[in-house]
């Protein structure tokens, strides 16, 4: 058994990469059951400026057939932003963050609500000197 039941991460995850499997890996050492949320492609060209290389579906294809995934699905701007609307949809035990989130003001109204909800929030490690803009920054210089 876990520490908790059923867990919950979200992110865009194009390219997949190493940092990535770290990130689930780390998620799924705490949980029986573990959910990812899947930007949709609306969220990564309206919010992140950037055009996704891999669309939403094979995104969510790639992250479904993970042994460590045991569900992706893809989420709306509005579920991304909103962490409780997420929650209404997934009813998730703790919801995983990069912990550059902490102790900012967004999240620690997030915790607020969460406690009443009775979900918490687990911060994880962001891995260094990897990421999908720097593989795409990568290729381009190399060709
Ligand atoms: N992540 C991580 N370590 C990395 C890259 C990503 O822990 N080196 C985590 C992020 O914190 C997030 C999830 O993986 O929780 C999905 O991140 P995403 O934004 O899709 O990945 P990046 O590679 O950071 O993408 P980009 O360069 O476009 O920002």
Not at 2 to 30: A, P, W
Not at 40 to 51: A, P
Not at 74 to 101: C, M, P, R, Y
């Amino acid at each position: 058994m876990s520490k908790y039941k059923i867990g919950y991460t979200c992110g865009v995850f194009d390219l997949f990469h190493v940092g990535h499997l770290n990130l689930l890996e780390r998620c799924k050492e705490q949980c029986d059951y573990l959910i990812v949320g899947v930007c949709d492609d609306k969220y990564v060209r309206d919010i992140k400026h950037k055009e996704p290389v891999y669309d939403e579906k094979q995104r969510a294809r790639i992250l479904n057939a993970l042994k460590v995934v045991d569900k992706a699905e893809i989420v709306t701007i509005e579920e991304t932003d909103d962490k409780i609307l997420a929650w209404n949809k997934f009813q998730f035990d703790v919801l995983f963050s990069g912990d550059d989130w902490k102790d900012s003001e967004r999240y620690k109204k997030t915790e607020e609500q969460f406690k009443k909800l009775g979900a918490s929030i687990e911060y994880l490690p962001y891995t260094k000197g990897i990421s999908t803009s720097q593989i795409k920054e990568n290729l381009s210089k190399n060709h």
